[in-house]
């Protein structure tokens, strides 16, 4: 995959939604499997969102959950007849833990609690370890977690404030927050320095750490959706471009994202 594209595609994609998927068709037009529209937010990710297709990602999903998401996007590849299982490469990004941490403070019932350091890494590698025994010829992007107590930041807007009442409960712990992310990063590095699916040669897992090294502008609010926590058009086009900066670089290589 090359690391650099026209400047007019990066252009592009900053007033629109950018994914991975766009770049990558720039090379490959037969590139398929994205998703080709948006749905409800109960439904993305369910069999209730066809036009998810392999987008397996469910809005408000937590760490718990992540293993279910995993099942489902093997079963559609494997029920796609035009999917060769054996023979397609595929491409897999996971990035997961922001419900967690935004519900990882004593405010929130203790069933219904953020993972904490450990169980985020066990929940997280279960899901990876069910890609590697399902999915042949697969190159894995594990994104690490941004740290959401930035989203403080936008906090001072009265209507961000009221979303964040309900959809990140725990903003106010900055510390805990803080505290969290280190942490669930500390352990995806551990659990990919551990060299855990590095024992086939046709599937790995690239750790991708640019969102420890994110920060947000004086005008960050430019960069999220109206309930001040899910990225915007124009977020997802910085999220996207940094995640395809960073595939296959080293790790002194690493770029951050630009808001």
């Known amino acids: 995959v090359a690391a650099t594209l026209p400047s007019t595609i990066f252009t592009k994609y900053l007033d629109h939604v950018g994914f991975l998927t766009n770049f990558l068709h720039f090379y490959n037009k037969n590139l398929r499997g994205q998703a080709t529209g948006s749905c409800h937010a109960l439904r993305s990710g369910s069999d209730n969102c066809p036009n998810g297709v392999f987008n397996a990602a469910r809005s408000a999903a ?14 559609r590849i494997k029920e796609d007849p035009d999917v ?13 833990g922001a419900n967690d941490l935004c519900q990882c403070c004593d405010l929130i019932p203790s069933s219904s609690r953020g993972a904490k350091p450990e169980e985020y890494e066990t929940q997280v590698q279960e899901a990876l370890d069910y890609l590697h025994d399902h999915l042949p010829r697969t190159f894995v992007n594990l994104v690490n977690i941004i740290d959401v107590a930035m989203l403080q930041k936008v906090s001072s807007d009265l209507r ?7 959809e990140c409960t725990c903003l106010s712990f900055q510390s805990k927050l803080k505290e969290y992310a280190e942490e669930y990063q500390s352990c995806l590095k551990n659990l990919i320095d551990s060299n855990r699916y590095d024992n086939r040669e046709d599937f790995t897992v690239v750790l991708q750490p640019f969102f420890e090294q994110a920060t947000l502008p004086d005008n960050a609010i430019e960069f ?3 309930d001040c926590f899910h990225f915007n058009a124009r977020g997802q086009a910085v999220a996207a471009v940094s995640l395809w900066n960073n595939v296959g670089a080293s790790g002194k290589q690493i770029k951050k994202p630009v808001f």
């Open 224 to 226: 999220f959706a109206p």
């Open 160 to 166: 961000c404030s009221a979303f964040h009442l309900f």
């Open 84 to 96: 060769n299982l054996e023979e397609d490469w595929k491409v897999v990004t996971l990035w997961i």
């Open 62 to 75: 937590k760490a718990i959950s992540v293993i279910n998401q995993a099942e489902r996007l093997v079963s």
